[in-house]
């Protein structure tokens, strides 16, 4: 008898935690946050309009105290907006950043060298778990004191409570809870015990040496 309660909490367990997980997991996904004046407006880059759209708008209304607007990683058609809508709203780009791991470098590095201590991040909401594990794992020195708000982009595709009923918040919820667990290892672990550029040169060289066999 005995066992057989514990197979059913088991079985209870395994089925009920993954469907706990699928249900919740756009709540858990969506940080965002309300604005609040800060040193600087940061738009991530990639993603689609919304970021660059909601980031100008912040502007414009007053949000960024140092009169910054800066725009990091894959930020061509961003860039293409500002010049093309916004013309009047100065606005600074860094396009090294490959990833949402080195934006986060990126803009914490341009907040230092400036002597900036709060950001707003427009980013999508999908995205906003992400980025502030990843504004608290990522450090570099003299960043005690920064602090960061995520600001939602204002995708119509997202409903954290229904996510799972539209295609693309399906989609960018589990893709992002993989990136997730991706991120805290090799944020998490691997750069702090300074192996995340050797892990990455030597993914970068397996793959070169997988096409060439192709």
Known sequence: MKNKVKILICVALCVGLPVFFFFNLGKYLDVTQQPLKADIIVCLGG?????IQKAGLLYEE????????????????????????KPELRFVVDLEPENTGEEIYAVKRYMKAHGYKQALIVTHPSHSRRVSLLTSLISVEGDEEMRFRIV?????????????QNEIGRHAAMSEALKLVYNFIGYGILD????????????VNYRAAHEEEK
């Open 47 to 51: 993603g689609s309009l919304e970021r």
């Open 62 to 85: 007053g949000y960024a105290a140092k009169d910054t607007l800066l725009l990091v990683g894959d930020a061509e058609a961003n860039i293409e907006y500002m010049r093309t809508y």
């Open 152 to 164: 939602d982009s204002g995708v119509a595709w997202w409903d954290e409570e229904r996510y799972y």
């Open 192 to 203: 702090k015990a300074g192996l995340l550029d050797e892990v990455k040169s030597w993914v």
